[in-house]
């Protein structure tokens, strides 16, 4: 009977693989040309071929410049990242913000003052615990137009999902029983 069930259960257990993340955002990195999937909430935000971090466009933003993308409802606890890239000549970037199911919404100033080049802002641990991500904004700054390129909110990846570890462990716990069936009966033979 267990010969049934342990060459599944192995095969089964090795072949669990952690999910992959994938990012929640429509039009991540404005390669549409447009602002497709994105609301222009604030100002006068462009789609611009003058610089991009990867690609060929990026968003050109002044201080009242906001985009805003909204998207279904995500668990804090199944966000893995949040960030972006930005282009700028220094001067504080004056806010980005995460909407809530809740119908709150949190800002934060991202201080880079001093920052030249493209840099990558890692902004996920400023998400709220407990609540559901619906939507993600970010301005421009105020001493010229911040290039914004390659949002990313990735979902998953890293941690394998519940059924993942319920078979691994499956699989597992059926090789030590064949391990032990195996050895109690060369002790016996012997």
Same mark, same amino acid.
């Given at each position: ?17 952690p999910a992959q993340a ?9 390669? @549409? ?10 100002? @006068? ?16 933003? $002044? ?31 004056? #806010?980005?913000?995460? $909407? ?7 800002? $934060? ?14 902004? @996920?641990?400023? #998400? ?40 691994? #462990? ?5 090789m030590g029983v064949a391990?032990?069936r195996r050895r109690s009966?060369? #002790?016996?033979?012997?």
């Amino acid at each position: 009977m267990l010969r049934k069930f342990l060459i599944p259960a192995l095969v089964l257990g090795s072949l669990a693989v952690p999910a992959q993340a994938s990012n929640v955002l429509s039009n991540p990195g404005f390669e @549409t040309g447009t602002f497709a999937s994105w609301t222009i909430a604030n100002g @006068t935000p462009t789609v611009s071929s003058a610089q991009a971090h990867s690609g060929t466009y990026s968003d050109a933003a $002044f201080a009242e410049d906001q985009i805003k993308q909204t998207f279904g409802a995500v668990a804090t606890s199944q966000i893995t990242e949040v960030s972006f890239w930005a282009l700028r000549d220094g001067g504080p970037f004056d #806010l980005y913000t995460f $909407f809530y199911s809740d119908s709150t919404s949190q800002d $934060f100033i991202l201080n880079a003052i001093g920052a030249s080049g493209w840099n990558q802002y890692n902004v @996920t641990s400023n #998400l709220a615990a407990g609540k559901n991500l619906v939507g993600f904004g970010i301005y421009g700054t105020t001493s010229g137009p911040t290039y914004l390129d390659d949002f990313v909110i990735n979902v998953g990846g890293g941690v394998p999902e519940p059924s993942t570890w319920a078979m691994m #462990l499956l699989g597992f716990g059926a090789m030590g029983v064949a391990m032990r069936r195996r050895r109690s009966k060369a #002790l016996q033979a012997a």
